[in-house]
């Protein structure tokens, strides 16, 4: 693991402050996963119009001719991508790399990793959020939902830990 | 200023989200100092062996539970107009169990893999794509789950009305879960994994 990195508190403290701003100026939470699945759309409506802006649950993101890509959470997540950018500059951390336990090759590990990401794509729409919008906004505006969502999250990271560990121990 | 800044009128649609892009990135130069663009790092959680994740998480709800509920003490923010989150308990708890497996096999959560991918990180790439392929799925296959995805729907349900004390214990209750729960988990990673590692 890469040493002089920030002390955990401390980059929490600064997350939490992003949320602070993001409520202050927006009055509303920050957010990664709704970008993404903007994005997602905004390719899918490239290759079918028609079939996307009929989707019951796509259409919304098509309401009055508006483009999915005009979002105020993705102009977050190009922030997110120039903010992690500048700091791997900094740190001399941009490489091209697999990043992966000692026991397992580069192609089952992007096995996983495709797998893994197809999971959490569905399971952020299906609770509407992901870590930063649902957990840690929600979390901080006390929501029942969203605390709810965390601990199920570490209950499904734990519960599979055992059966992937050759991916990462 | 009062906040909502800008739904107060105080400041425009272009400078909002101007607003949205620093703070982007300010959030994903915190996630990468953090440590949170390395995949074997997030899911190190999950063994134990790091719990970085969580007491990143923890410190940055209760910052920001504190933050907001002292800000509208104070009166310099309008709670009134800001968006909560509603609580659609069963949904996101299945949710939240399938994105924490997804989570420990793909070694990512959005945000991470977002910031993961700019610098380089093949696997962040490849778990990127498999994020817009899963939300595809979702979506277009939408009424095959819609009536699961909006049942047990409590609208805006937060803790302090769960227990029913004021917000102000309620933001306690938090910050002393968040501490002792940040304690507890590091006291455990020493002890399954010894202090250097």
Redesign the interface.
């Known amino acids: 693991m890469k040493k002089n990195l920030w002390d955990p508190i401390f980059g929490g403290i600064m997350i939490g402050i992003a949320i602070i701003l993001t409520f202050y100026i927006s009055g509303r939470g920050l957010g990664a996963s709704g970008s993404m699945t903007s994005f997602a759309v905004w390719i899918q409506h490239l290759f079918a119009p028609s079939y996307t802006e009929s989707s019951s649950y796509f259409s919304k993101y098509f309401a009055n001719g508006v483009n999915p890509l005009n979002d105020y959470l993705v102009f977050m997540a190009i922030g997110i991508m120039i903010g992690s950018f500048l700091a791997g500059m900094i740190s001399k951390d941009l490489k091209f790399e697999i990043l992966k336990g000692p026991n397992i090759s580069n192609k089952g590990r992007l096995w996983y990793a495709l797998f893994g990401g197809i999971l959490v794509g569905y399971a952020a729409r299906l609770a509407r959020g992901c870590t930063s919008g649902q957990a840690l906004v929600g979390g901080a505006e006390l929501s029942v939902g969203s605390w709810a969502f965390m601990f199920a999250i570490f209950a499904g990271g734990f519960a599979v830990a055992y059966f992937v560990r050759r991916q990462w121990i | 200023m009062i ?5 107060n009128g105080l ?1 425009s649609g272009g400078i ?2 101007l ?17 949170f ?5 997030i ?5 134990m ?2 719990v ?1 994740v ?12 504190i ?2 509920w002292g ?1 509208s003490l104070l009166g ?2 309008d709670l009134g ?9 069963i ?34 790439m ?15 296959l ?2 095959i ?2 009536k699961f ?1 909006n049942s047990d729907a ?1 609208g ?7 227990l029913n004390v004021n ?1 102000g214990l ?2 306690l209750i ?1 910050t002393l879960l968040g501490v002792f729960g940040s304690l507890g988990m590091r006291k455990l990673q020493y002890k399954f994994w010894g202090k250097h ?1």
């Open positions: 906040g909502p800044l800008v739904k400041i909002n989200t607003a949205a892009v620093l703070i982007g990135i300010l959030f994903g130069y915190a996630l990468q100092r953090s440590g663009t390395n995949s074997r790092k899911s190190a959680a999950f063994y062996k790091d970085d969580p007491v990143v998480m923890f410190t940055a709800i209760v910052t920001a539970s933050g907001l800000m310099l923010i107009k800001f968006y909560f989150l509603p609580s659609y308990l949904p996101m708890i299945a949710g939240g169990f399938i994105f924490g497996i997804g989570m420990a096999v793909g070694g990512f959560c959005p945000g991470t893999s977002l910031a993961s991918m700019v610098t380089g990180k093949i696997d962040a490849v778990f990127v794509g498999g994020f817009l392929l899963g939300s595809l799925l979702f979506g277009d939408y009424p789950w819609d995805y409590n805006v349900f937060r803790i302090d009305q769960l917000v309620a933001v938090i590692d």
